[in-house]
């Protein structure tokens, strides 16, 4: 109990993952959903870099690196479309958002 | 001992305010504990030993992504609750299950892999010829990922045009 | 146990206590040196030249009455001085006062790297206390103070890649040793890179000419029009905190931290007698005065002007200058 392995990290990440997936499938404000998918993320990247240390190995930790770049990307993107649905609907509701042009 | 207690103060904390995170009904205050949240994974990098990424957590993740999120926020004046409005055809019980079962698949899979024995096919990092967390990352970056790592910042690039040409109003 | 949990805390308390005395009388030198820069005595009524005037003013603002409005989101009004304050002492952990252990609390290898996140987190403070005090003159303030704060900590953060690159280490003790090493203050080899670091730092602690989220004229006093009583000062404390800070991360970088002037030059050897934490002292002291010098000098910029030079003048300078250093790097 008091020694702490890899698969402690894994069962936090496990968690965390599941936290996020509840909030993505549940809440229906959209950018809940995308913080939802930013703790997902974040779980991952506990994996990788628990696994990292485990085998001594930095590879894990240089996709870290590279999924912190992705997240960025993925939220300057994602909110810029949000803002512009925003802006034409007035809302961010994700069940209002069920029409591909308007 | 320490990291014990390290470990386990911070999971609690990381899976609470993940909790409060996707349960609390203002907006405004889920994107705080998203950033309490992603403060405490950075505390968790460091008892892993990965101290640079704990530091680009709180630079990129707490002092970047997250305040676009308060901007956000903050513009998206919203005059009703979005939960208020429901879709009678919507599955909220559905997702519940469907989430559940995400999550015994995953603890599954640890149960499963727990206890054997770590596969050998990935070998300790080989002898860097520099010293330390950040320099053995920024040789591995440069090198044998500098590709990858280019094709990121290109990423990086092509995200801020398109944000931007979102954000503007004329669209 | 003495070494890992005892010592470390104390250096904690001698510090943050050494940070919230220096500040109240910052408070009253800032007072006394516009007053004299506009031909005025400034506080003079208590004490001899208004000294204990750096007593007086903490207790008048414990003493004063705590306001929360009606219609605020509580637990964020609450939240949001503390989330300003706790990053500028927290960023204080990775300054060192000198070179001997003695001297910082810790000297991390991504040190500079972990001043710049933590002072990132400080702008929550600041947006939430605006939008927490429902009032519209600090949620304007708010939103002006996110977008010029993210702007701006672009600009510092890029500006000090080319320091990174110069000295090959993210430790500030690393850092300063590198200048010994070098023989020079980094001040004069980077000197683009420091003039943009001390206007990125105007910018990021919210000084004229860059005061927009505070501006009184315009915005009745900016994020903190709201807050009262012991709220209110925790966010002037987070202000000075933060100035001491950047003064000293700029004196480490650029002027030599605790190192004597020319410190490659034998013949002034002889100035070695002073101690080095007076020289840092002293150099932070410069720092200071010459925040409280450029608020008594310069007007307010307006806000589009603040966005260009951020956008279109430091970022693109600073970028330049992390190609020419590589570039001088590479050659040299």
Known sequence: ????????????????????????????????????????LNAVNINLVAHAEQLQNLIGQVFVVFVIAVAAAEAAVGLGILLAFYRNKETVNIDEMNVMRW | ???????????????????????????????????????????????????????????????????????????VNLKRQPEEHQDPRRLAKVGLVLSGAVLVELAAIVVYSYGREPSSVSAPSPAFPVQGNIEELGWLLYTDYLIPFEVASVLLLVAMVGAIILARREL | MLDTLVIPLLKIVVLLNAILISVTFMVLMERKVIAWAQSRLGPMRVGPYGVLQAIVDPIKLILKEDITPVKADKMLFSLAPILSLVPALVAFAVVPFGGDELFYVADINVGLLFFLSVTSIGVYGIILAGWASNSKYPLLASLRASAQLIS????????????????????MVGIVEAQLADGVWYGFIQPVAFVLVMIGALAETNRVPFDLPEAETELTGGFHTEYSGMRFSLFFLAEYANIIVISAVTALLFFGGWLRPFPNVEALAFLDIIPGWIWLFGKIFLFLYLFMWIRATLPRYRYDQLMRIGWKLLIPIALANIVVTGIVKVLV
């Not at chain 2, 009904?25 to 403060?39: A, E, I, W, Y």
Request: net charge negative; hydrophobic share 65%.
């Open chain 1, 1 to 40: 109990m008091l020694e702490i392995t890899t698969a402690h990290y894994t069962i936090l990440s496990a968690a965390l993952f599941s936290i996020g997936v509840i909030g993505v499938l549940v809440r229906r404000n959209i950018i809940i959903i995308f913080m939802a998918i930013e703790l997902m």
């Open chain 2, 1 to 75: 001992m320490a990291e014990a207690l390290a470990f386990y103060t911070l999971s609690i904390l990381i899976l609470g305010l993940g909790v409060a995170v996707i349960t609390t009904p203002k907006t405004v205050h889920s994107v705080v504990f998203l950033v309490l949240n992603f403060l405490c994974v950075a505390a968790l990098y460091v008892v892993l030993q990965a101290e640079f990424l704990a530091v680009i957590q709180i630079l990129v993740y707490a002092g970047g992504i997250v305040v676009l999120y308060l901007f956000v926020v903050m513009l």
């Open chain 3, 152 to 171: 701006y900590e672009i600009a510092v953060t890029m500006t000090l890649v080319s320091v990174i690159l110069t000295s090959g280490t993210l430790s």
